[in-house]
Nanobody, 130 residues
């Protein structure tokens, strides 16, 4: 199983990026995919989860309507559309896959009690300049 996050880059504040998480060796229908990020010197934090079986979406509070997660199970790809980016969004973004979707929600909302994902992808760097 492999997950690969892509689509990061350098963008000015207020700009947009769309990240992709593509999987090989697993079917997203049976997994929940989470997006996480880690900024230099900071703990990893959850950004979003999307359930593959029903498309339910969950977001961290700091997203505040700026990010949208979506999935294309036929392509085994999950997207994270990020709009109105701010400097604080600068981080390495990772995607992860969970067999148990509730574990993603735990990692997203209660990181101090995180379960951990079944699979992690390599991250993609997002840099927002002011």
């Amino acid at each position: 199983v492999q997950l690969q996050a892509s689509g990061g880059g350098l963008v000015q504040a207020g700009g947009s990026l769309r990240l992709s998480c593509t999987a090989s060796g697993l079917t997203f229908d049976y997994y929940t995919v989470g997006w996480f990020r880690q900024a230099p010197g900071k703990e990893r934090e959850g950004v979003s989860c999307i359930r593959g079986n029903n498309g339910s979406k969950y977001y961290a509070v700091f997203v505040k309507g700026r990010f949208t997660v979506s999935g294309d199970n036929a392509k085994s790809t999950v997207y994270l559309q990020m709009n109105n980016l701010i400097r604080e969004d600068t981080a390495v973004y990772y995607c992860a896959a969970y067999r148990d979707g509730d574990h993603c929600l735990r990692d997203l909302y209660i990181p101090e009690m995180a379960y951990g994902a079944d699979y992690w992808g390599k991250g993609t760097q997002v840099t927002v300049s002011s």
